[in-house]
């Protein structure tokens, strides 16, 4: 099992390319496979999760090929297995994007209840209430999701929460459905409106997208079209939260600054420099600087996004003075006893971490429990004092390609190893 070893103390200074969004590519590469012809993906990412997904398409009946770094091509139209396999949909959340899917191209599917970050249960309840919506029967027997639909028929359903992955399976099984879906406090993060774009593209009509009420009308036919993935707003988040954590200057270049707008904002408040030159960002920070205590309260997009909190409350533990960090989406917590381990002054009450901003972090033994809880360990350890070690570093790889080599290029002090062991 994989480690990576961090030596703190070390500023980050130089560019960085930010990859394809993790989860937009979720959604989009299940979305190609809606096609009725071979579709086009560009900026695929090359994260663990990205080839679970791949490998749901191809056990389902779809043909992907790699045919270029960062392209795949993939074709749908033989699409015919309604069981999703369940050693892969049990590691990653989106791969339950393939109900959509199954329900709007063969009428059936029997879907394992999906996996991911451990961190909360995150029922899939929105989900099937909006499939029971549009036509389909929904039963959960012996831990698969089992829907039937003769045909789908649009209608008005309303998102619980703002789900992003009810918003995607929604949009995805009523593409394809008869008449007019309308979503109702549908998400409106900038994962939805990409996939929004690839199914235009191939034919289907979503008008709305990126606003709370996305209207869907289904269509007969999906043809060929070639997209492109965004940029990925978290790893662009992960290095302006390390940058501004250890100090230095660094050149976020292939990203989409209005994406991270919350987050900059926080990171401004608490008295850091960035420059936003379009699809470039510069994050410059004093070495040796101790952050203005910044709250924050985690909300649905265009809200400070529930996946930079971790890093975000990481940044906060050398901090001057107490900040608040309040979590409205998940529970999502499970790193604070490990930042503990380095010396962090955190306390936990219900949605609420309390966070009293130390002098200096310590090296210690971390485990990782999920992904961005992953980054925020490797973020603290930057800044800590001797060398942290993580254990569980496969979280990390679900949503991050080479990340330590990307911080080590920026002069970072990290490396993975393999444990003897």
Known sequence: MDKIVVQGGYPLYGEVSING??????????????????????????????????EILKDLGATVEWTGRSSVVIDGSKLNNP???????????????????LLAKI?????????????????????????????????VEHGYVKAKADK???????????????????????????????????????????????????????????TNIITIEGVDYMKTARHEIIADRLEAGTFLIATSMVGG????????????????????????EIKDDGGILTVKAPVGRRPIATDIETTPYPGFATDYQSMFAAYMTKAVGVSIVKETIFDRFAYVDELARMGAEIKVEGDTAIIRGVERLTGAPVEVKDIRGGAALIIAGLAAEG???????????RGYEHLEEKLASLGAKIERIKDPS
Not at 84 to 93: N, T
Not at 249 to 272: A, F, M
């Open 21 to 54: 969004s993790k989860n937009a590519a979720l959604a989009v590469l299940v979305g190609a496979a809606l096609g009725d012809e071979p579709c086009h993906v560009d900026n695929v990412p090359h994260y663990t999760d990205i080839y679970d997904i791949i």
């Open 83 to 101: 069981v999703a396999p369940y050693e892969l949909v049990r590691k990653l959340r989106g791969s339950f994007y393939v109900a959509g899917l």
């Open 107 to 139: 009428g059936y599917c029997e879907v394992p209840l999906p996996g991911g970050d451990p961190f909360s249960s995150r029922p899939v309840n929105f989900h099937l209430k909006g499939f029971e919506a549009l036509g389909a029967e929904v039963t």
């Open 152 to 210: 789908l028929v649009g209608t008005t359903i309303y998102v619980g929460r703002s789900s992003v992955g009810a918003t995607v399976n929604l949009m995805l099984a009523a593409s394809r459905a008869e008449g007019i879906t309308t979503l109702e406090n549908a998400a409106r993060e900038p994962e939805v409106v990409n996939l929004a774009l690839q199914l235009n593209s191939m034919g289907a009509k979503i008008r709305g997208a990126g």
């Open 249 to 272: 200057e660094v050149v976020l270049n292939d990203v989409v600054p209005e994406h991270l707008g919350s987050l900059i904002s926080k990171l401004r408040e608490s008295g850091v």
């Open 387 to 397: 060398k942290t070690i993580l254990d569980g570093v496969y979280h990390i790889d």
